[in-house]
């Protein structure tokens, strides 16, 4: 039996390098401290050093309290709230991540800043790339790393925001495994792996935002490369869009609406899963055109004050539904016809683009 180790991947971190400010040379710098860099490593970068030799900072303005900047840059760089808990809020940014406050740090810099994450990570891991091979002939893959927090663990871990050379995924759907099962659904996000192990050497306060991985055999993409763009799940397989707390106050009526097929069946739907919790009574569905965004929701019981108000409270309740499931919508009242009945018209879609 060999006394040692199987041969495997290596990480090694990249010390020396300077504190970084807007305009640095980020690739020079890493060429100089790690001339060793070789064919089929990977580099990866902490997202803030990116960040700040981009001049992705905020400043904190003069007496201006810390902590409202940073609330003031998370309205900026986020396009809803998923989840809050007092001032936490957990956000989906511009680029498509889910990540507290917008990816807004405020460690390793001085009390006058804020670093943002990179306008594009993904472009500035191949600006990094072709950089690298331009001064030290180089054949390399970039992951551009940030900490993120996650749901139902505690601790944090390092995943990919950027990435170039590499592809992000690797695809077992298919492949069958020692006792003959059929992998339905594994998918492994390999640049997080990376970017995770990489952290071990970098660490939070030593000072290290440069790691590399060495030994890892790369698939590179195929075709154009998609950067980290296949790891967002959003959309129709987000199956967490929005926390109990912020689900009713997300949503907002919606002016512009895109038909999207299944309308009439979303809203039965709505209804049945609504009308569970609140008091039974008949309500007619009546569909318009043919998709059209329009579902007339009609009470044919003699119109009452008790009526009225169980009809608002179970349309309350279908709209959240809808809105979880994805939904836009805009309700318009019709009123009563002949004063015996209540009507009112559900428009439902998605945002325009």
Do not use: C
Request: a negative charge.
């Amino acid at each position: 039996m060999s006394a040692e180790p199987p041969a495997g991947y290596s990480v090694h971190p990249v010390p020396g390098l300077p504190e970084f400010s807007p305009g640095d040379d980020l690739a020079g710098a890493i060429a100089a401290a790690a001339p060793w860099l070789a064919d089929g490593d990977v580099v990866v970068v902490t997202s803030k050093v990116v960040s700040k030799v981009e001049g992705r900072l905020v400043r904190v303005e003069p007496g201006e309290d810390r902590e409202a900047a940073r609330q003031r840059a998370i309205d900026a760089e986020s396009v809803r709230v998923v989840a809050r808990r007092g001032p936490l809020r957990i956000v989906e940014t511009r680029h498509g991540w889910v990540v507290a406050a917008a990816g807004i740090d405020a460690s390793n810099v001085p009390g006058d800043a804020l670093v943002l994450l990179p306008e594009d990570a993904d472009a500035s891991a191949s600006d990094l790339r072709t950089r690298l091979a331009e001064l030290l002939g180089v054949d390399v893959a970039v992951v551009v790393s940030d900490t993120f927090g996650r749901a139902w663990r505690e601790g944090l871990t390092d995943v990919a925001v950027g990435a170039a050379g590499i592809a992000p995924l690797e695809d077992f759907r298919g492949a069958v495994d020692r006792h003959g099962n059929t992998l339905e659904t594994t998918q492994v996000a390999v640049v997080d792996e990376l970017a995770s192990a990489a952290d071990l050497v970098k660490g939070k306060l030593a000072g290290v935002p440069v790691a590399v991985v060495r030994g890892l055999p790369l698939r590179r993409p195929a075709g154009e490369d998609p950067g980290t763009r296949p790891l967002v799940r959003l959309g129709p397989g987000d199956l967490f869009p929005y926390g109990s707390r912020d689900l009713v106050a997300s949503r907002a009526p919606a002016e512009d609406l895109l038909p999207r097929d299944g309308e009439l069946a979303a809203v039965a739907e709505a209804f049945r899963v609504a009308s569970a919790a609140l008091p039974e009574f008949p309500v007619v569905l009546r569909y318009g055109g043919e998709e059209d965004g329009v579902v007339d929701v009609h009470l044919p019981d003699r119109a009452t004050v008790t009526s009225a108000l169980n009809l608002g409270a179970l349309l309350g309740a279908v709209v959240v539904q809808l809105h979880a499931d994805g939904w836009r919508t805009r309700w318009e009242p019709v009123g009563t016809p002949g004063g015996s009945s209540l009507m009112g018209r559900l428009w439902l879609g998605t945002a325009p683009p």
